[in-house]
């Protein structure tokens, strides 16, 4: 068996493994469900990124810094983690995303081993995000991670924060600015 087909495999078994997204409106991530009218979605294969200077309003909550994002057109809130070499998300949003056509077998790159901020070593499943993004910058083929655990934070690490050039805070005010 290839390893491409092992990994179609897993990443089929992880995704359709998943609990299902309750309505309890328990957490803080608000999902937008697509018209289902809508069965072609375009996205653009390389980043004409947008130069300009873009200023966003995060909040702060628990000692983390939040940012308002889309994924794959998705709100999400990511935690700013200059720490993490990449974005991550949740089996959950991994779900999610799947469960509505934005998110596919194809999107899968491979798994990898992460060091954990504790120094623990995990194994991740790496994807392509179609798109992020953050204020009116969107970022395309993204390079993430799904966290096997359905709780996982969001994560919004080096793979996107690196792609802005220059990324600054004003703690203060609690604007982030991207350039």
């Not at 897993?10 to 809508?38: A, K, P, Q």
């Not at 983390?64 to 889309?70: A, D, E, F, G």
């Not at 050039?165 to 004003?170: A, E, L, N, Q, T």
Request: glycine share 10%.
């Amino acid at each position: 068996m290839s390893l491409r087909l092992i990994v179609v495999l897993s990443v089929t078994i992880i995704l359709s493994s998943c609990d299902e997204m309750s309505s309890d409106g328990g957490g803080s991530n608000e999902f937008v469900l697509l018209d289902e009218g809508s069965d072609e979605k375009k996205y653009p294969q390389s980043g004409d990124e947008n130069k300009t200077s873009e200023r966003i309003q995060v909040r702060k909550v628990g000692g983390v810094y939040l940012v308002p994002t889309k994924v794959n057109g998705i709100p999400m809130e990511f935690i700013i983690d200059t720490g993490a070499s990449m974005v991550s998300i949740s089996k959950t949003e991994a779900q999610f995303l799947y469960k509505n056509g934005l998110l596919s077998e194809s999107d899968v790159i491979g798994k990898e081993n992460f060091v954990l901020a504790n120094g623990e070593v995990e194994e991740g499943l790496v994807i392509k995000l179609k798109s992020i993004q953050i204020g009116n910058r969107i970022l395309y083929d993204v390079e993430a991670t799904i966290d096997a655990n359905i709780s996982a934070p969001l994560l919004l690490g080096q793979s996107v924060l690196e792609r802005f050039g220059k990324v600054s805070m004003d703690y203060s005010t609690g604007i982030m600015e991207l350039e």
